[in-house]
């Protein structure tokens, strides 16, 4: 069973992903002037760094579903009695 808690993040994770791919189709100019991706215009050019943004929508997207679908690490599973506090 997925929680509220895990849907929020996930939710939170689409909406990431689809403001990046925004970024990266879209006429924004402001998002280029982060220091990370400015020193890929500046390196490399636009394209490379609208590249760079559909890589970061690409991971979101990922995340989110990975998240929505309850998938988590071994050493990260919920303790069962837990559950019950969280209704």
């Known amino acids: 069973m997925t929680s509220?808690?895990?849907?929020?993040?996930?939710t939170v994770a689409f909406v990431g992903?689809?403001?990046?791919?925004?970024?990266?189709?879209g006429p924004?100019?402001?998002?280029y002037h982060l220091r990370s991706i400015a020193s890929v215009v500046d390196r490399y050019g636009m394209s490379a760094a609208r590249f760079v943004w559909i890589v970061v929508a690409i991971i979101s997207?990922?995340?989110?579903?990975?998240?929505?679908s309850g998938v988590r690490p071994g050493?990260?599973?919920?303790?069962p009695g837990l559950r019950d506090l969280t209704r």
């Open 61 to 68: 997207l990922i995340a989110g579903m990975a998240i929505a």
């Open 28 to 31: 924004w100019r402001q998002p």
């Open 75 to 79: 050493y990260a599973k919920p303790d």
């Open 4 to 10: 509220y808690n895990d849907l929020f993040v996930a």
């Open 17 to 25: 992903s689809t403001l990046a791919f925004a970024v990266a189709v």
